[in-house]
């Protein structure tokens, strides 16, 4: 009884004595090339970081900002007995003296071959942001007339280019590029899909452009104007006025295949009923993704508000795709490969979000939602709405960003930031069951508007 009580004791006096954990910066020695950093974590007592007192949230999460001067930065964190010192180092950064870069043009025209699946086409030669043109296969052939910042620029068609990372391709002299040529396409017409399939003789470069009419384009296509070949497909006419939601194209061969999704008819008093929805919980297995003030990981709490998400579909009658539903890691492609081989006509990515330092975590609060197409912004304008009337949550914008899963053409495909793991009340907010309950019937409510639209 006494060795108990001895245990006991230790275990109070650690308690005691542990009363602050930080949950970043990871390390108490490390480089940060920011203006300012934060620190993040929580405390069951008073805490000073420099002797300046730390304001802590009714649920123990602290988010603290300190500015950065170049050089070694000491910070001194103290909660009773406690003290830990961090010493932050901030680099110097010299001119590099490069001189602009600028686009060197070749004597004549060369020949390219894509070397990976989905190289991305861009419109700028910056391997980020919006200025994708599209994804093309591996084996394409491709002209190219210059280079730049590691990119080589593409001839699209008379006075029409893009740019394609050297990383992607590699030199092919095995053959003269010319001119495609395009027989004709023929139309099928499937029960969920307008199927059009283009002969063409090669695979050339293509683009599919959103709006009324849809575009098809094939670049460097002989007999057809500044050699491009493009394809108009009615969208408000053959959709009977309702919205895009899904396409996609790809090649099979040298032909073309281009689906666009018919028209979904729901009824009134239950929109959802047999509306394939793939719900996506971000991150997972050794990928923990974000972490909390209070030490949870992004993973788990992306996983439960996934399940209550799933729930509320499927009381509503949806046929619902989840990417994971254990603890374990997914790769992005999979997501998307997994939401369209079930043919899910909306895909949502569930995430917590963070911040890079030199933000403030405590001005930053509250839901953003991320589209890349065009087709999905109506239904983030319309969940956006709804989590902010129904639940009260600050509107952190709807945004348009090149991630990776809402890159995806065949569903309208979203990634929705339901709060921010590193400011103290979201933080609080996201592990709490009665929130996550509300945000999932949120976002079962959304679809349902859009849907009985």
């Known amino acids: 009884m006494k060795k108990l009580l001895l245990l006991l004791g230790l275990v109070l006096i650690g308690s005691q004595v542990f009363a602050f954990d930080v949950v970043y910066p990871k390390k108490n020695d490390v480089v940060i090339n920011a203006k300012s950093t ?46 830990e010192i961090f010493v932050i180092t901030k680099p110097v950064i010299k001119s590099s003296g490069l001189m602009p870069s600028v686009f060197l043009p070749y004597s004549s025209q060369k020949t390219i071959s894509v070397t990976t699946d989905d190289a991305p086409l861009r419109s700028t030669p910056v391997d980020s942001g919006i200025n994708r043109i599209a994804h093309l296969p591996k084996d394409i052939k491709l002209w190219v007339d210059g280079e730049k910042d590691g ?47 283009f002969h063409l003789n090669k695979q050339v470069p293509f683009e599919m452009v959103e709006g009324d009419p849809f575009l098809m384009k094939f670049y460097n296509v002989k007999d057809s104007e500044n050699d491009t070949y493009i394809f108009n497909f009615p969208v408000k006419d053959a959709l009977s006025g309702r919205k895009l939601i899904g396409y996609s194209g790809e090649y099979s061969g040298n032909d073309f295949i281009l689906k666009i999704r018919k028209p979904i008819i729901t009824n009134s008093w239950r929109p959802l009923h047999n509306i394939r929805i793939a719900i ?72 917590g979000n963070a911040l890079p330092d030199g933000a403030d975590p405590n001005k930053n609060s509250g839901t953003s939602i991320y589209y890349y197409y065009n087709q999905a912004k109506p239904l983030a304008d319309i969940i956006m709405d709804t989590v902010v009337s129904e639940i009260g949550v600050p509107n952190d914008k709807v945004r348009q960003g090149s991630l990776a899963v809402v890159r995806n053409t065949n569903a309208l495909s979203l990634l929705i930031e339901v709060s921010y793991l590193i400011n103290p009340e979201d933080n609080a907010n996201l592990i709490n069951p ?5 945000y999932a019937k949120a976002i079962a409510d959304s679809l349902e508007k859009y849907f009985e639209k």
């Open 434 to 438: 009665e929130f996550q309950k509300q």
């Open 38 to 83: 934060f620190f993040i974590g929580s405390s069951n007592a008073p805490l000073t970081v420099n002797g300046e007192n730390v304001p802590i949230h009714p649920s123990g999460a602290f988010a603290y900002v300190v500015p950065l001067n170049n050089g070694s930065n000491t910070f001194v964190l103290q909660s009773g007995e406690q003290r």
């Open 280 to 351: 996506d919980a971000g991150h997972g297995g050794d990928e923990a993704g974000g972490i909390g003030c209070l030490g949870d990981k992004e993973k788990d709490i992306n996983l439960s508000i996934a399940k209550l998400v799933e729930a509320e579909l499927k009381k509503r009658g949806a046929r619902v795709i989840m990417t994971r539903k254990g603890d374990n890691y997914v790769s992005l492609k999979d997501r998307v490969e997994i939401a369209n081989y079930g043919d899910a006509v909306v895909f949502i990515s569930i995430h």
């Open 151 to 197: 990119f080589y620029r593409v001839v699209l068609g008379k006075d029409k280019y893009g740019w394609i990372s050297k990383t992607n391709v590699k030199a092919d002299n095995s053959t003269n590029y010319e001119l495609a040529q395009l027989s004709g396409y023929e139309y099928i017409d499937g029960n969920d899909y307008f199927t059009f399939v």
